[in-house]
């Protein structure tokens, strides 16, 4: 493993969580094939899916529990968090709702690679060469990828504090996918989760025919192309 890339591991799995790491060094290293196969066209079932108020009156709950700095409320003994940590959770479970939005996953996978496409939104990249999980680099931050077990694990260190993880995590039968994406920030003092599930279905054939020729570039019919 080179220099730069030891660094860039470190600050990965250091940064996540000062107590816990999100990936550590055994999950970033695998031994023969991945675990499972993700490959597939999902869909978003949103009857199972996380509702997004939900979540957010459990981490305010959670946040009043915790926050030293939470204030008396009008009940007796009932407390509320501050504004600012108010306004901090309030960014995340935005930023985790953005991110979550696309409804179809396009995920294809080889013996190194897993690369995740989202529908209007920046697609994901998971490396895995000679064993060891691979960061990569792109205009919205730092990914490194691990295996815990046969959940995909794919963490994302992004400017200004902020930090994704995904957690993938496939059905036996194949058919159903599940995604629990959770942000933090160093601004938030507790962090934003979200779980999206997802059922697998077949992309349509296209209803049309295209061939590459020389004299006309690219050529398409609804019927037989015959040259």
């Given at each position: 493993m080179s220099r730069i890339h030891t660094t860039l591991v470190l600050f990965l799995v250091v940064a996540a969580c000062s107590r816990q790491p999100v990936i550590d060094e055994d999950m970033m290293r695998i031994d023969g094939a991945m675990p499972v196969n993700l490959a597939?066209?999902?869909?978003?079932d949103y009857a199972r899916s996380d509702d997004v108020n939900a979540a957010l009156r459990a981490a305010y709950y959670e946040l009043s529990r915790t926050s030293p700095d939470r204030q008396f409320s009008g009940n007796p003994g009932a407390t509320q968090p501050s504004s600012k940590d108010t306004s901090a959770l309030m960014a995340l479970a935005r930023l985790a709702e953005?991110?979550?939005r696309p409804d179809v996953l396009t995920i294809s996978q080889n013996e190194h690679e897993i690369h995740?496409?989202?529908?209007?939104?920046?697609?994901m990249l998971c490396a895995f060469y000679d064993g060891v999980a691979k960061g990569t680099e792109s205009r919205y931050g730092t990914e490194i990828c691990g295996w815990d077990r046969d959940q995909?694990?794919?963490?994302?260190?992004?400017?200004?504090?902020?930090?994704?993880?995904h957690r993938f995590t496939i059905s036996q039968e194949g058919d159903a996918l599940r995604v629990v994406t959770t942000v933090s920030s160093s601004t938030s003092r507790v962090p934003f989760t979200l779980r999206r599930f997802y059922t697998k279905f077949k992309?349509?054939?296209?209803?049309?025919?295209?061939?590459?020729t020389l004299s006309m570039k690219r050529v398409c019919s609804t019927g037989e192309l015959v040259l």
């Open positions: 597939g066209s999902w869909e978003r953005l991110i979550t995740v496409a989202r529908k209007d939104d920046f697609a995909l694990v794919s963490h994302l260190v992004l400017p200004d504090g902020l930090q994704v993880t992309r349509p054939t296209p209803d049309y025919e295209c061939i590459e």
